[in-house]
């Protein structure tokens, strides 16, 4: 009677303003998710997309296209590389009229005797990471001889045209600053984890750039596959090395300059989704922790700049607050922690609406932009509240500032390649073996092959402390849900503690070798 008594007086009150709190928060994020899928379905019904203005560039006279350096920063990435390099090296651009920057010194060597025109560029203090890398390529004295940068990160494969769709845009509209163009997966069916990572980043896409980049010329420049109007950088105060978003970071100055943005929804890029669950959890760390390190750092320029009173709340209550804050913190607060104590705080309990219906409705808004991901609406549900976890500490990070806020870990990947760059390594393979047969007998090669010890790793699972917590803790919830027959609030629970039990025990995507 005592502890009731504590309970009803004490603990159940705080749960309850919490709990209210939260759900009053995941309301006014999913009206403006709702706000943002109307946004979309009303481009697609009247066929909004950005026009280029003015005649197309000469293609008989190379001095009418514009100068365009092309930059590939990279750091570890040698299993990606290549076919970075290779696309970029085919752009389709006058020759004379476009540089490319990388940091490999042998590729950069076989493609400039293929005529390429292409340069080494290499820092030997390596500070700032990829902000580090593009402040150093942006001193060089040739830059200034360019009007655009195109960057494309390491496993990045632009089509031959990205240019030629691209570029364009700026011409006749000297306020552009960005063009963003989308990205594609060349591995997104790879396994579970790619096929609900694909499921986020459409909607990013399709639904919130787009949106944004239609309605209001501004959106987070996404750090790779855009082209920068280099007079736009130097405007906005150049690359910083001061958070981990060094693409937010100048979008966000640049915004506050006045220059505008475009994103081109129907020009995709190639690029790798991480395959295994440390190397996505790192990436979703960086991508969280970051943006609060921003919004610390500059919200008095916000405040102080010169743009309309609706850009800046637009900047601070959507862009930052409610994206970027809110959205994590109530993810986890109500739904990993409210919810399994409402099994032990009854007074609390939480209705069936919150905790069914609109996640499920919310769920099918984010699938509709993916169509063929309907299969896995529910474990993208469950997978959305089990990554909350590693956002809300990366949340929490980033804006008191903690040590793992300043953590930078490439992303690891494993060099997918699209079917084009599939058929182009069998010709190579072929090439060189009929090579070896002409130079070596087969005796010989056989020997050498024996002779030639091939490392095997072991491939491991590895074990995530928060995440078997949050599972030993729904789970009971569970067990105390079903005795009490609390009927859809113990299949919640009872599946979100599975899926935090699967996670913590690293069994799902590719394990780390």
């Known amino acids: 009677m005592a502890w009731l008594s504590f309970r009803v007086d004490y603990i159940a009150p705080l749960v309850i303003t919490l709990s209210n709190f939260c759900v009053v928060l995941f309301l006014i994020q999913s009206l403006d998710r709702f706000i943002l899928c109307i946004g979309c379905f009303w481009i697609k019904y009247k066929n909004l997309k950005p026009k280029i203005d003015g005649a197309a560039y000469d293609v008989e006279d190379s001095a009418s296209f514009p100068m365009v350096l092309v930059q590939i920063p990279m750091c570890n990435e040698r299993e990606v590389y290549e076919t970075s390099i290779a696309a970029a090296c085919q752009l389709d651009w006058p020759k004379d009229r476009i540089l490319i920057q990388l940091l490999i010194q042998d590729e950069v060597s076989d493609w400039r005797q293929k005529g390429v025109n292409i340069v080494y560029r290499h820092r030997l203090i390596r500070t700032g990471y990829k902000a580090g890398n593009l402040k150093s390529a942006m001193s060089c004295d040739y830059v200034k001889d360019y009007e655009f940068v195109a960057i494309f990160d390491a496993d990045f494969q632009p089509n031959s045209d990205f240019l030629k769709q691209t570029i364009p845009h700026f011409k006749g509209n000297p306020e552009l600053g960005l063009v963003q163009a989308r990205w594609s997966f060349v591995n997104k069916d790879e396994n579970l984890l790619t096929r609900l990572q694909n499921i986020n980043l459409c909607f990013h896409f399709e639904v919130e750039q787009q949106v944004n980049g239609v309605f209001l010329n501004f959106f987070g420049f996404n750090g790779t596959a855009g082209v920068w109007r280099i007079k736009a950088l130097e405007d906005s105060g150049g690359w910083l090395e001061r958070t981990t978003v060094e693409d937010m970071d100048i979008a966000v100055r640049a915004h506050l300059n006045g220059w505008k943005f475009v994103f081109l929804n129907d020009v995709k890029v190639l690029c790798e989704l991480p395959e295994s669950y440390e190397a996505y959890k790192k990436q979703q760390h960086r991508w969280h ?11 008095p320029a916000i405040l102080t700049s010169k743009i309309s009173i609706l850009k800046k709340a637009n900047l601070i209550f959507l862009f930052f607050l409610l994206r970027k804050l809110i959205l994590p913190f109530y993810s986890f607060t109500l739904f990993c922690i409210i919810l399994p104590l409402t099994m032990f705080i009854p007074e609390s309990e939480l209705p069936i609406w919150v905790i069914c219906y609109v996640p499920i409705f919310m769920s099918l808004l984010n699938i509709l932009p993916s169509p063929k991901s309907f ?45 084009s760059d599939l058929l182009a390594l069998a010709e190579r393979e072929e090439k060189m073996q009929l090579h070896r047969r002409n130079s070596e007998s087969g005796l010989e090669l056989l020997s050498k092959l024996k002779e030639e010890k091939i490392p095997v790793t072991r491939k491991r699972n590895r074990l995530y402390r928060k995440e078997l917590a949050l599972a030993f803790l729904l789970l009971t919830a569970a067990a105390r849900s079903l005795l009490s027959a609390h009927g859809v609030h113990f299949y919640f629970l009872l599946f979100q503690g599975l899926s935090f039990l699967v996670m913590g025990l690293d069994l799902i995507g590719e394990q780390v070798s």
């Open 375 to 419: 299969p896995f609406l529910v474990p993208y549900l469950l997978f959305e509240n089990t990554m909350s976890v590693t956002k809300f500490n990366a949340m929490v990070s980033g804006l008191f500032q903690l040590g793992s806020a300043y953590e930078w870990v490439v992303t690891k990947k494993t060099g997918r390649s699209s079917e």
């Open 289 to 299: 922790s970051g943006p609060m390190q921003l919004f610390r750092l500059c919200l």
